[in-house]
């Protein structure tokens, strides 16, 4: 049972990485209500690799956005589930280590939420995205590595309706 909410499933947060390594937790923890002024949106980030996910988090929350954590799809859509009005941008790796991958997460959450913007990640080449997934005919893609710049101008134009060049895979 998760400390931090006793009626969810275990959700790795950075709350729990925090108490475990030492670090102060950081305001993106704390379960998501209303928006705090200056905030600018609501991210749920789903990477299985940490040493990708906690940097990446790291930054986002230094853009000023809100960032919520899950290692797999389950511990996404757990998360879903709790904060789900308040989510404006999935962050989802493709290729996951449990059976969920992100375009089969993207397409569940978008059940609920037709209007949830989604930027999708790989190591694979853009290509070889397109011959393994059956992804929409345009979407927001990101090739790992990823510049942070370029992260951060993306997440933002596509929050924020400056839709960024979209790409076809």
């Known amino acids: 049972m998760n400390e931090d909410y006793p009626s969810q499933p275990p959700v790795r947060t950075l709350a729990h990485q925090n108490r475990l390594s030492g670090r102060e937790p950081g305001p993106a923890e704390k379960p998501v209500s209303a928006r705090p002024e200056g905030e600018l949106g609501t991210i749920l980030l789903v990477?299985?690799?940490?040493?990708i996910?906690?940097?990446v988090a790291q930054?986002?929350?230094a853009g000023g956005y809100r960032v919520l954590e899950a290692a797999s799809g389950g511990e996404a859509a757990a998360i879903w589930r709790q904060h789900h009005p308040n989510i404006d941008l999935l962050l989802t790796d493709l290729v996951m280590d449990d059976d969920m991958t992100g375009a089969k997460l993207a397409?569940?959450?978008r059940l609920d939420k037709p209007t949830l913007k989604?930027?999708?990640t790989s190591g694979y080449s853009p290509e070889m995205v397109s011959?393994?997934?059956e992804l929409?005919?345009?979407?927001y893609f990101l090739q790992k590595p990823c510049a942070a710049q370029k992260l951060l101008e993306t997440v933002h134009h596509l929050l924020t309706a400056n839709f960024p060049k979209e790409t076809d895979v």
């Open 118 to 120: 989604v930027i999708f």
């Open 107 to 109: 397409e569940q959450l």
């Open 59 to 61: 930054l986002l929350q």
């Open 47 to 51: 990477e299985d690799e940490e040493t």
């Open 53 to 55: 996910r906690w940097p």
């Open 131 to 133: 011959q393994v997934f």
């Open 136 to 139: 929409p005919g345009k979407i």
